[in-house]
Structure formats: structure tokens, C-alpha cells
């Protein structure tokens, strides 16, 4: 880079002197040698030019392709609480669009932001031996020229950030039309969609756009101001030279000088605006990596031993900001027990158990588990002893094999086969085209609802956790594919304690114990038999289900 930044200041002006007096002298030889020198000089030029260009371009895709992975590292260790606030199109924007434009703060930065003022300074020092006076007047117009170009930079950076905002919107446009197609399809909105993608777009369009009017104005600007700048020493000049106080050459000399200035000027002027442009992005980026997560280990964490008693909730409340969601829970499950959490919608049952694997913490109060306080052992420790199965499965669009053995990557083919069979999914795995190497699609695409959960089921028997969240495992599900999902959660249940939220009473009958929850507060608990007993909430609702259930059979006979 600084060769190529010394080659490109040389001239073959500097070579004149030699040139005239090898030819006036007759001196061959040295014309020869000035002929080589030229050609090995602009050859070490090229030379130069090349190894810059690509240690510019290697320094800024390493530098790009580094924070890209840093940010997507510390975008997965945020709590899930951040991304119920966050739009997934957002951060995709973040990891690829404006981690991409940070790549010319460091090309433009190592080469016209650092050789270019080089090559300004050089110029001025010639400029004050030539003339002081007029070089002074010409640095104080050079500095007052910063002021608009420091205006520019500001107004593109301001666009800039508003931007990528408008992208981030495209990216989300996007995401959530390919995720949501079916429903799209379902309620013929395509051309609404494609609507909405378009006015995204169109904003994207009229914000850059205005960069672009931005950057077209900065240069014409500055040449205008240094074209009446220009005129006025040129009279100046021009006086004192018929004034006899200063020679020609001298003033020619300035001239030329002082013209010399333009291109370095212009570059730096260009750069501020792309690095404007670039520090837009990068404010988008920190915004992400200064967001630290509130879940922390305590440098003293400990592994969490394996689960012999019980699990223990203190005094447990929660909210979500100023949102009240549980009060003052306590609550206690043995080893092996499996309890059932009912309740009406909203009213934390989903909440309570995910502040056992702490995907949140308490607001106040504590969890134990056999005594120990959930925050002082190492999340890794903890969520290795729990397994998940929600309402809502995601797979991931790989393999069958893969997406069961996700939770234990070093499983054998003959673990992977039994954990199929296990949950009931070894039969119908065995009737896709390439069995357990089928791809099954995004989300599980390729699968029906039942297929999805019972793959779900064997990756959390694979993982063989000693506690177990089922959270409305069967909700969504059709009869006969509720029939397997529950004989398959039936094994997985085996000798496990087991945390089970539904919301359809009949499926927790044979619960261990039920707790009903109300207004985030544990309103009745006992059997099923025992909450029948009491006539209250449980047993209001449970009613209503079974009533309207018995109206429908009803209907149906009557047909």
C-alpha cells in the first residue's frame, strides 16, 4: 500500500532533468538506463497496485466475515426475551446488510483516508515555500472547507441509518411472506403481499436515492467553492507578479501545486460520504453486540449434579416489564411426579415452566433444584437434565436422522432407531423416500402435524433428560395422530418427572397432581378427584369441556 501510495505521487517530471541531459550529452547509456528504470519503476507500480487491491479486499472480507460471526454467536446467547421484541428480518438485515457496508470504513480507511492527507500535507509544505501568504490563505479556505463536507457526511449517515431501518423492513416482508405462504394462500393475499413488499421496497429506493443526491451535490459544491476560491488568488497573484513581488515561475509553480490538491481533497470528500454511509451500519450492529444478555453464569457457576429429589419454587414472581404475569408461586415437585399445569389463556402456565430451563429469570424469588439455586449452576448443566416438547414444533430442514439426534449429535444409527420406535415414528420414517436421510423441509414442511410432533418426541427421548416440559404437546393435533403422539408421550413420560401444560383437561386425568392458575397465582391443587371434589374452578371447567364435548356426540348421532 505504500509503495503504491509513492509510486502514484511519482512523475516522469521528477525524470526530466536526466532525460534532457542524456539526450543534450548524447549519453546512451544513461537514456538506456533511464528507459529500464521507467519500466521496472511503473512495473513495481503495478506490482504495488495489485498487492494492494488484494490485501484491502482480504483485510476487509476477513473483517466482515468475523463480525458477521461474532454477531450471529452473540445474537444466539440472547435471552428470548429479545426476540420477542425484535423482528426476525431485522436481524437477518443486521448480519448481512449493514454488517456489509462496515467493510468500507476499513478499505477506505487504509487507503484515501491515511494517503490521501499524506499527499495534502506534502503538497501544503511546497505550497508555504513557494509563497507563505498566499499558502496560509489557502490552508485557512482548505480547513473552512471542512465544515460542509463535515455536513454532507452528517446528512448521508442520517439517511443512511434510516435506510437500513427501510431494508430491515424489505427483510422481514420477505421472511414472513415465505414462512407464512400457506396462510397467504389460504386467504388469497398475494397481491397484497407483493403490495407491501413493493412500497418497502420504494421507500429503500427514495431514501438511497437521496444518498445518491447527496454524494452528487457534495463534489460539484466543493469545486464551485474552490472555483471562487481559485479566481481570487489568481487575481492575487496575478497582481503581485505585475507588482514585481513575485516571479512567474513561482506563481505558476503555486498553481500547479495548488491544482495538485484537487484529487486528494476529492477522495477524502468521497470517502467521508462512504464511510458516513458504512458508520450507519455499524451503529445498527453495536446496537445488537452492546445488548448483553440478562441471563449470566456467575464466574463461580457449578455443574449441575444429576437430578435426585426435587424441584422447588420460591417465592417465584414474574413480569414482563411493568406487566405482571405470576405472584409469589411456591411450589414443590417430587422426583418422578408428574404434574399437571391448567388454567385459562394468559394466565403464565407457559411463563412457570420456562423459568425452570431459565430462559427467564424470576423477578423475584428463586428456583432450586435438590436444593440448588438454578443461577449458580451453568445453563449447560441445566438444560442438559431438561427436555422440551411444545405445541409448536420446529424442525429444521436437514435430515430425519439429524433433526433427531439434534439434542445428542454423537448418537449411534442404532440410538437414533430406537428413539423412533420409542415415539412411535419408525414406521411411517421408514416410508419416506430416503428413510431417516429424507430432508423433510423447512419447519418440517414435508410432514404432517402428528409426524412433526413424534420426531419431536424421539429427539427428546434420545436426549434421555431426567425432567421433562410438555407444553400443550397435543393441542393441534387430529384424533388418530393425538392416539401415537400420546402413546409416544407415554414413553417418554416413563420414569421421568414431567411438568405437562394443557388446556384440555381430559389429558391430565392421570396427572400425579394438578395446580389450576389464575391471575398468575396458584388458585387450587390436588388430583383430579380431589379438584372434582371441591366443585371450583377446575372442576367449572372441566365440565364445561366435558359438556360440550357430550353436545357434540350428541349432534353427531342425531345426524
Known sequence: MFLFALFNTLSLSALRPLINKGIEEGNLFLLKLLCIAIIVLYALKGLAYYG??????????????????????????????????????????????DVGMMKDILTVLFSDIIREPLAIAGII???????????????????????????????IKRISKSRQKRRANV??????????????????????????????????????????????????????????????????????????????????????????????????????????????GSVRVFEIL????????????????????????????????????????????????????????????????NLLPRFYDPTSGHIEIDGLDIRKVTLKSLREQIGLVAQETFLFHDTVRNNIAFGKPDA???EIIQAAKAAFAHDFIMKLPQGYDTIIGERGTKLSGGEKQRIAIARAILKNPPILILDEATASLDSESEYLVEKA???????????????????????????????????????????????????????????????????????
Open 52 to 97: 494492494q487491491r488484494v490485501f484491502m479486499a482480504k483485510a476487509g472480507e476477513k473483517a466482515v466475515m468475523d463480525i458477521r460471526n461474532e454477531l450471529f454467536q452473540h445474537i444466539q446467547f440472547l435471552p428470548l426475551e429479545f426476540f420477542t421484541r425484535k423482528k426476525t428480518g431485522h436481524l437477518i438485515a443486521r448480519i448481512t446488510s
Open 412 to 414: 449411534s444409527e442404532e
Open 290 to 353: 452492546d445488548q448483553y444478555p440478562r441471563l449470566k453464569e456467575p464466574e463461580d457457576a457449578i455443574e449441575l449434579p444429576p437430578f435426585q429429589k426435587e424441584i422447588k419454587y420460591v417465592n417465584v414472581s414474574f413480569a414482563y416489564e411493568k406487566e405482571k404475569v405470576l405472584e409469589n408461586i411456591n411450589l414443590t415437585i417430587k422426583k418422578g411426579e408428574k404434574l399437571a399445569i391448567v388454567g385459562p389463556s394468559g394466565v403464565g402456565k407457559t411463563t412457570l415452566v
Open 125 to 155: 509544505i511546497l505550497l508555504f515555500k513557494i509563497h507563505w501568504g498566499m499558502a496560509l490563505v489557502s490552508l485557512t479556505v482548505f480547513v473552512l472547507a471542512v465544515y460542509p463536507i463535515r455536513k454532507f457526511g452528517e446528512k
Open 489 to 559: 408421550l407415554e414413553k417418554l413420560m416413563e420414569e421421568r418427572t414431567v411438568l405437562v401444560i394443557a388446556h384440555r383437561l381430559s389429558t391430565v386425568r392421570n396427572a400425579d397432581r394438578i395446580i389450576y392458575l389464575k391471575e398468575g397465582k396458584i388458585l387450587e391443587e390436588g388430583t383430579h378427584e380431589e379438584l372434582l371434589k371441591k366443585n371450583g374452578e377446575y372442576a367449572r371447567l372441566y365440565r364445561l369441556q366435558v359438556g360440550e364435548k357430550e353436545e357434540v356426540t350428541s349432534l353427531s348421532s342425531e345426524k
Open 171 to 280: 427483510f422481514s416482508v420477505i421472511q414472513e411472506s415465505i414462512s407464512g405462504i400457506q396462510v397467504i394462500k389460504a386467504f388469497s393475499r398475494e397481491r397484497e403481499r407483493a403490495e407491501k413488499f413493493r412500497k418497502e421496497q420504494e421507500h429503500a429506493y427514495r431514501l438511497t436515492m437521496k444518498i445518491v443526491r447527496t454524494r452528487a451535490l457534495s463534489q460539484p459544491a466543493m469545486e464551485f467553492l474552490g472555483a471562487i476560491f481559485f479566481a481570487l488568488l489568481l487575481w492575487w497573484g496575478g497582481n503581485l507578479v505585475i507588482h514585481k513581488k513575485l516571479d512567474p515561475g513561482g506563481f505558476f509553480n503555486f498553481i500547479f501545486a495548488l491544482g495538485a490538491l484537487y484529487r486528494p481533497v476529492r477522495l477524502v470528500n468521497q470517502a467521508n460520504a462512504r464511510i458516513q454511509e458504512a458508520l450507519a
